[in-house]
């Protein structure tokens, strides 16, 4: 079968950084997304994925390891509106996206 | 800028009854899907749409309906609403898949089932 895995509920501090993990295993891989999403809110598009690396978008990066079926979000400078649920979704060989059931980010001063 | 438009937002429903979950999206895109959100659970697909007059079903298509008349709507109809079907409901739209666009979301509805 096809699984998405993430920590369910992560706390951090106002100003600090924080890594978010999603590790996979899915039939075929074209590409990994990061969404955000705000409670009570739909998902918004953070970052996409899909070669191996890094890829930084401001206070947000990406990090893929396509090998270890792995990625990471990192963010930085950690502001109080960044506490929200983020998403892993995995693009499969029939470019259908599989979803991970988040992991809700809280952030405290 | 509309986006992607879902009706309504809020909806009670009684057990046997049937509704349309109206979504409208004004991109031009090929893609269109639905999915349902569960607490603890990820983002489930139940069909979605590849252009108009093409619709298949997803991970979870039982007891819901979709149709694709024209590019820029794709209603959910759910035939006779069970409690099971308690949930936030997502409509999505994206060009083609394989072009690996991020999907566009509208707000939701939060649909409750008695």
């Known amino acids: 079968g096809q699984n998405i895995d993430q920590p369910t509920e992560m706390t951090a501090t106002e100003g600090a950084i924080v890594q978010i993990n999603c590790t996979y295993q899915?039939?075929?891989?074209?590409?990994l997304f990061w969404y955000q999403q705000h409670a009570g809110e739909a998902p918004t598009f953070l970052s996409y994925?899909?070669l191996d690396g890094l890829e930084e978008k401001g206070r947000f990066s990406s990090f893929l390891s396509r090998s270890k079926g792995y990625s990471y979000l990192l963010l930085k400078e950690l502001q109080m509106k960044d506490s929200a649920s983020y998403l892993c979704?995995?693009?499969?060989?029939?470019?259908?996206?599989?979803w991970g059931a988040g992991t809700k980010l809280i952030i405290k001063p | 800028n509309a986006g992607v438009t879902q009706t309504p937002k809020f909806q009670v429903l009684k057990t046997g009854q049937s509704m349309t979950l109206q979504c409208a999206q004004d991109?031009?895109?090929?893609?269109m899907s639905w999915y349902r959100q569960d607490p603890g659970m990820g983002l489930r697909l139940i069909h979605y749409s590849v252009g108009a007059g093409i619709t298949d079903q997803g991970e979870v298509p039982n007891g819901y309906n979709v149709s694709r008349s024209t590019t820029e709507d794709f209603p959910l109809r759910l035939l006779s609403a069970a409690p099971s079907q308690t949930s936030v409901y997502f409509c999505a739209s994206s060009y083609s898949p394989d072009r690996n666009q991020p999907q566009h979301f509208g707000d939701g509805t939060r649909l409750s089932i008695l």
């Open positions: 991109m031009n895109h090929e893609y």
């Open positions: 994925n899909v």
């Open positions: 899915t039939s075929g891989f074209n590409g």
């Open positions: 979704a995995v693009v499969d060989s029939n470019y259908q996206l599989i």
